[in-house]
């Protein structure tokens, strides 16, 4: 890739359609080219190219910082949900996922009280993944110490099998939230605007009007609509092309 050393960022750009052949991490590495140019659109393409070959935290908040460039708010904000929900850990995913948020022309009150609020928070610090896996590790070192301590009897054995049942009762907590938030089927907004109407097909009369970024659930499909459902209970039909799920 050392060709596109100060190669304009149109004809990166062309490179970029033209390369068939592209690697995943070639692309992301063009994509990192196009940005520091602010070739944003160019850019978001690259990663998008990345991201054919699999998931990736990076490439998606990369591309969601892109798309936030280009004033796609509703594709940021999709991106980087899904780069939460591949690294938790990282607080520039979150601080930018609130950032575009702030950006949305809907300022849609959240259904969640702050006790459910912080609950969520604690049962998303791990990926589904991590989760699971923190789960099994804990259950059978906890298996492990309490058959010991069973037959020595020591105190420390006792309070570490405690403490990894504690760390496997979490996992499987957290990796049964990360369960329940993908089958609610949540999506995001991703067109200027689109209304909602009363039934599934443009007879129906609108109900609301609902713009780029705003964040709903999926509770239905029929044909080309889906019923969505917003923060608060209010929803309605909209277009399926208007909303992209966040995990496909």
Same mark, same amino acid.
């Given at each position: 890739m050392s060709i596109l050393i100060g190669v304009p960022g149109v004809i990166a750009r062309l490179l970029l359609v033209s390369a068939v052949g592209l690697g995943p991490l070639e692309a992301y590495n063009l994509g990192n080219q196009l940005y520091a140019r602010k070739d944003y659109a160019g850019a978001a393409q690259a990663y998008e190219r990345a991201l054919a070959a699999g998931p990736s935290a990076a490439a998606h908040y990369n591309l969601g910082n892109a798309l936030f460039k280009t004033g796609r708010i509703g594709r940021a904000i999709l991106h980087y949900r899904r780069a939460r929900a591949l690294d938790p850990a990282d607080p520039d995913v979150t601080t930018n996922l609130d950032f575009a948020r702030s950006y949305r022309v809907d300022k849609l009150k959240s259904d969640a009280g702050p006790f459910a609020r912080t609950l969520d928070g604690l049962l998303h610090r791990l990926s589904r993944r991590a989760a699971?896996?923190?789960?099994? !590790?804990?259950?059978?070192?906890?298996?492990?110490?309490?058959?010991?301590?069973?037959?020595?009897?020591?105190?420390?054995?006792? !309070?570490?099998? &405690? $403490?990894? &049942?504690?760390?496997?009762? +979490?996992?499987? *907590? @957290?990796?049964? *939230?990360?369960?329940?938030?993908?089958?609610?089927?949540?999506?995001?907004? =991703?067109?200027?605007? &689109?209304?909602?109407?009363? #039934?599934?097909?443009?007879? +129906?009369?609108?109900?609301? $009007?609902?713009? %780029? #970024?705003?964040? !709903?659930?999926?509770?239905?499909?029929?044909? %080309? +609509? *889906? $019923?969505?459902? $917003?923060?608060?209970?209010?929803?309605?039909?909209?277009?399926? @092309? *208007?909303?992209?799920? =966040?995990?496909?």
């Open positions: 699971a896996e923190a789960a099994a !590790v804990c259950c059978v070192l906890a298996s492990l110490l309490l058959a010991t301590w069973i037959v020595r009897r020591a105190p420390a054995l006792g !309070v570490g099998a &405690a $403490l990894f &049942a504690a760390g496997a009762l +979490y996992g499987l *907590a @957290s990796e049964r *939230a990360w369960a329940a938030e993908i089958a609610s089927r949540p999506a995001v907004l =991703v067109v200027p605007e &689109a209304e909602a109407l009363s #039934g599934p097909g443009p007879e +129906y009369k609108q109900i609301l $009007l609902v713009h %780029d #970024g705003t964040e !709903v659930r999926i509770r239905e499909t029929r044909g %080309d +609509y *889906a $019923l969505v459902q $917003l923060p608060g209970g209010s929803g309605g039909w909209l277009q399926k @092309s *208007a909303v992209e799920r =966040v995990y496909p």
